[in-house]
């Protein structure tokens, strides 16, 4: 048997570092019985995290904490639109300002590199650049949507699924309905605005962050130093908020750069109006869904269509190089070109239409997409498609709970008696929803959802106030997340999602004027107050 990292043999006990030469050489064993749950020690039990003293103490170090001897501090100048590169650049007043070390020209824009981050943040602030015209310049949030909206009238509809037979699902429909939903651009705006130190001495480089994969970071720096990969050194620090920002490495990258050209340790830091402003987002999505219900509330018919950017495609032309760090610029650009003319042309990115038919029943279902890309960057946004899809598909089952008579949740659990899992987590929240004791103005709704191999369901008490502000009061989530490692980890974790769920819905939008993204601070892209906090109440099955 096993124990605390030990074989045991009778009463003998061996680390199993002493196994690690023979097991190399032996076959992968198909059929090992595991430890039954009843033994489990830790997995299943409640226990104090790794980190906890730290974050409390505030002895945590981040990536923006790193401090090492030698460091110069460099701030990015970049374009008000995205993918916009500098034409001229007048750089002499800023090289006479106080501290400034040197203006670099670099990928993404103009690196100024100072003593102190406050000198290099004035210092380009003082640069006068004029950058080349893109044809963003053109788009504002109307004209997203309206483009989003023309789209799914158009013949650029590419199917993603088609199951089963859908005229005769239509046929069978005592009611159909049709309803539109949009959601914004949304930007990632962790706490820890996205940041790197990187040292190179020599043949060997050593970087400080806070990332989402280490070895794209190590490919990153290979790609631009090229050093060997086996010479790099990264320290991943604890990070301020990953939600997939910290996935797209363009700051690696950048500070790569500033780097090799001043020939010091340096900090690369982004503002926070950097962050907001030039990073990369979630799509805006524009969705149509038509359904049928039949006399008994069933689902007969379900077609899906979604309008937007895919998210696969930026995602990918910015892990590429980090992926074959040795391969030609050429090559690069030609995989990733390919990889986004598939999926405008040919096929769905799964990451588009992710959560728009999955929860259900649904014996016809149709899901169709129309690729439209203005050409704001993206990437993986927490839930990354379901971020969307489960708002748009949530909307419309209480509408057709509605036009059916049924309440919310007796129609989800009748059109999911095919989805065990999810169905059992509905059936606890009708039980937990029966005890709620509402007071006068306050009013429930209810929503499930099913992304990641986790079914969950939510019930919000919420009050709508005499000038139409939306109040949530409480939130009580069930979910069924497979095995709980760690049981009080996973609640600490849907507490956290209800209240950046409630930011990107009371709060949140990324609006462009000119192509140029609106918002650049928390005054206008606010994060949920304390005030605006529900309790919440998880309850895990």
């Known amino acids: 048997r096993t124990d605390n990292g030990h074989v045991v043999a009778g009463e003998r006990r061996y680390p199993y570092g002493d196994f690690i030469g023979t097991a190399a050489t032996l076959e992968l064993p198909e059929a090992t019985p595991l430890k039954p749950a009843n033994q489990f020690k830790y997995i299943g039990s409640e226990f104090t995290r790794v980190d906890a003293l730290e974050k409390s103490t505030g002895t945590a170090q981040f990536g923006i904490d790193a401090d090492i001897p030698g460091m110069v501090y460099a701030v990015v100048a970049r374009p008000p639109v995205a993918g916009a590169k500098p034409i001229r650049v007048e750089r002499e007043h800023a090289l006479t300002m106080p501290g400034i070390i040197a203006v670099i020209d670099i990928s993404s824009g103009v690196a100024v590199v100072a003593e102190r981050y406050w000198y290099a943040q004035q210092g380009a602030k003082a640069l006068h650049i004029e950058w080349e015209q893109m044809p963003l310049e053109s788009v504002d949030s109307a004209s997203v949507k309206a483009d989003l909206a023309a789209a799914l009238e158009g013949d650029d509809v590419i199917e993603a699924t088609n199951e089963g037979d859908m005229e005769a699902g239509f046929k069978a429909a005592k009611h159909q309905h049709t309803s539109d939903y949009y959601a914004p651009f949304l930007a990632h705006a962790p706490l820890e605005p996205v940041n790197a130190t990187l040292r190179i001495e020599g043949e060997r480089a050593e970087l400080w962050t806070g990332v989402q994969s280490i070895q794209a970071a190590q490919g990153l720096v290979e790609r631009v130093t090229g050093l060997a990969r086996g010479n790099i050194t990264v320290h991943n620090l604890y990070l301020g908020g990953g939600f997939g920002r910290r996935g797209t490495l363009t700051h690696i990258v950048e500070v790569a750069e500033i780097a090799l050209a001043v020939q010091k340790p340096v900090q690369l830091l982004w503002s926070r109006e950097n962050d907001i402003q030039n ?10 869904i038509t359904a049928g219900i039949s006399d008994e509330g069933l689902i007969t018919a379900w077609h899906a269509s979604r309008a937007g950017a895919n998210i696969t495609g ?6 590429l190089p980090a992926m074959f760090p040795r391969m030609p610029k050429s090559m690069l650009n030609g995989l990733a070109g390919s990889l986004e003319y598939v999926f405008s042309n040919w096929a769905v990115d799964p990451s588009s239409v992710e959560g728009l038919h999955e929860t259900y029943d649904l014996p016809n279902a149709l899901v169709t997409h129309a690729t439209v890309d203005h050409g704001l960057p993206t990437t993986f946004w927490r839930s990354v498609g379901h971020s969307y899809t489960a708002f748009a598909v949530e909307s419309m089952i209480d509408e057709l709970a509605e036009q059916a008579g049924m309440d919310p949740i007796a129609f ?5 008696e095919g989805k065990p899992r999810m169905h059992r987590v509905l059936q606890r929240a009708e039980e937990l929803i029966a005890d709620y004791q509402v007071p006068d103005g306050h009013h429930l709704g209810v929503a499930c959802h099913s992304s990641f191999f986790t079914d969950v369901a939510q019930i919000a008490e919420v009050s709508v106030s005499d000038k139409g502000d939306i109040h949530v009061h409480r939130v009580t989530c069930v979910a069924d997340v497979g095995t ?15 209240m950046f769920a409630l930011t990107a819905t009371l709060h949140g939008s990324i609006d462009l004027e000119a192509g140029a993204v609106v918002q650049s601070n928390f005054h206008n892209y606010p994060l949920l107050r304390m005030n605006e906090a529900p309790r919440v109440d998880v309850h895990l099955i």
């Open 279 to 288: 990073g990369l987002y979630r799509p805006a999505s524009y969705m149509r």
């Open 314 to 319: 930026d995602t990918m032309t910015n892990l």
């Open 412 to 416: 989800r659990l009748k059109n999911t």
């Open 484 to 498: 709980a490692v760690n049981p009080d980890i996973v609640k600490a974790q849907l507490e956290g999602a209800v």
